[in-house]
């Protein structure tokens, strides 16, 4: 009752002209930040950080905090259209999203969709982080080196799932994305490792370049390559919002995986170093343990639900250790404490009672930011529909126009754009050879992430395994772990011993 009256209070601060204005400025140049590739929400807040310098705190972190929530909007307009993940969460988006807009010919209801469970999603989130945040914190504070092991063994248990048809080709290709992961310098050492000689490879395979190369650009060669199909098949695609609108059997479909991927997210939101990324690939994962009407990765709206609505709730959750403890969850995360330092606030378990004006007044802007984002998001879907209406050979140029700036805005360099080059040549050898590109891009996103925690585990606990079967938490999620990999296995061996005695 406490939290609802302070939120109350939140709301009274945010209802004046300058901050609603800051949350509706914030919320719009998300979307389009978010819709970018290669920007993303971390460029977007440090490139407008330094304008908010003289800005009241309360209106600067309203606008930037919108900024952050609605980038995970906007980022599933280019995976969805273009097949271009606008930003790394939006990756397992364009699985389902471009299949769905340009083969079942569906784009409005892709977009409706991915909007949609982006709302869910982003208030359960929200809520939850409302009414637990300082809690919701301190759980993720107890998520040390090795509950991060066992929660990311768990999400790597995915893989099996999406490797196809042919399981050798899909471990061969996961292999192939930790190999790549594991370029550059050591993360605890600070040795090199398969640089061969480069200076550029010390600093490893940069995210976003290798993504928008890979699901990407690879889209724009096999264009090339089939550039004698019909270039009007989607001319005759609805382009009004009425006709971009769920049917309610559609809408029964993504309300259970976004509630599912918003609880799911907004916990993994909290956890030290996991973000958004984390939370849609493991809301994507989870998915395939439930039943879809179609098959995740032909254009279900189940597998874009679980994915937007996990990443939008997993941004909510990232503020709780961020207000209650001073713990960014990542990157964006880090430049948003700056901007809270900058302005002479103390992001601790003290900043809900020595600043409750602020901090509430940023819960309550979230409420209204991810209003406004729908009826944003919602209100161009027939302008953006008609990118599909775009003859191939107009497409084509446009495309690769967006791939070569979204790559080199991200590492200010050519070595982005060639390295999206390379890996979009690599990423259509593997597709027309068989490989599925999935597997590749789970393992190359979690494998960093999963090894710098592992080590750190190993260092903590001597080397011993134990430290994986001591502590509670660990031990919980170790043996999750461990029935999610035996279990297919026992059922295999029970079905050829009952077919044996038959």
């Known amino acids: 009752m406490e ?54 705190p309360t209106t600067a972190i309203i606008m930037l905090g919108a900024l952050y929530y609605s980038n995970m909007y906007g980022g599933a307009f280019s995976a969805i259209l273009l097949n271009i993940p606008g930003d790394s969460p939006a990756i397992c988006t364009a699985m389902d999203g471009y299949p769905m807009a340009a083969k079942k010919k ?28 300082p809690a919701l914190a301190n759980v993720g504070l107890k998520f040390g080196p090795s509950e991060m092991t066992a929660l990311l063994f768990i999400a790597m248990t995915s893989i099996s799932w999406l490797v196809g048809e042919n399981p050798i080709k899909g471990v061969v290709i996961t292999m ?39 699901v990407g650009f690879s889209q724009v060669i096999n264009l090339v390559m ?28 993504l309300l259970p995986p976004s509630i599912r991927s918003g609880l799911m997210g907004t916990f993994v939101g909290v956890l030290p170093g996991a973000g958004a990324t984390t939370g849609a690939f493991m809301g994507y994962a989870a998915q395939k343990k439930f039943k879809s009407e179609e098959e995740l990765g032909t254009g279900a709206i189940e597998g874009i639900a679980a994915s937007e609505a996990a990443n939008n709730a997993a941004a909510a959750g990232a503020f709780a250790p961020l207000l209650a403890l001073g713990i960014p969850g990542s990157g964006t995360g880090a430049v948003l404490l700056g901007g809270l330092m900058m302005w002479g ?25 991810n209003i406004f984002t729908l009826i944003v998001s919602i209100a161009v879907i027939p302008f953006l ?35 999206m080059f390379l ?8 597709t027309k050879s068989g490989f599925p590109t999935a597997p590749m891009l789970l393992s190359f996103v979690l494998a960093k992430l999963l090894e710098s925690n592992m080590r ?5 606990s001597g080397g011993s395994l134990d430290i994986f079967f001591t502590r509670p938490i660990t031990c919980v999620l170790m043996l999750i772990f461990m029935a999610f990999i035996f279990t297919p296995v026992i059922k295999a061996v029970w079905k050829k011993s009952r077919s044996a005695k038959a």
């Open 3 to 56: 939290n609802i009256e302070l939120l109350l209070g939140g709301f009274s601060t945010l209802f004046t002209f300058s901050n609603i204005g800051a949350a509706m400025l914030g919320a719009v140049l998300g979307l389009i930040v978010g819709a970018m590739p290669g920007i993303g929400s971390l460029a977007g807040i440090a490139l407008l950080l330094p304008l908010t310098y003289k800005f009241n």
């Open 106 to 133: 569906r784009p409005g209801q892709a977009l409706f969709t991915a909007n949609m469970a982006s709302f869910i999603g982003g208030t359960i989130g929200i809520i939850i982080l409302t009414f637990t945040g």
């Open 176 to 214: 192939l994305g930790i190999l790549l992961a594991s370029m550059g310098m050591d993360t605890l050492s600070g040795s090199p490792r398969y640089d061969f000689g480069s200076m550029y490879l010390l600093g490893g395979i940069p995210f976003t370049p290798f993504i928008i190369g890979t």
């Open 226 to 253: 089939e550039r004698g199909a019909d270039t009007k098949a989607n001319r005759d695609v609805k382009l009004t919002i009425r006709g971009s609108l769920l049917t309610r059997h559609d809408f029964k479909r």
């Open 345 to 369: 606030l103390n992001p601790g378990p003290l900043l809900f009672t020595n600043e409750p004006e602020f901090t509430w007044g940023l819960i309550a802007s979230l409420f209204l930011s």
């Open 385 to 419: 529909i008609k990118i599909l209406s775009v003859p191939v050979k107009f497409m084509i140029p446009i495309i690769i126009t967006v791939c070569v700036v979204g790559s080199y805005s991200s590492s200010y360099s050519m070595y982005g754009v060639i390295v």
């Open 423 to 430: 890996s979009g040549v690599l990423g259509y050898i593997l």
């Open 456 to 460: 750190k585990a190993f260092i903590i």
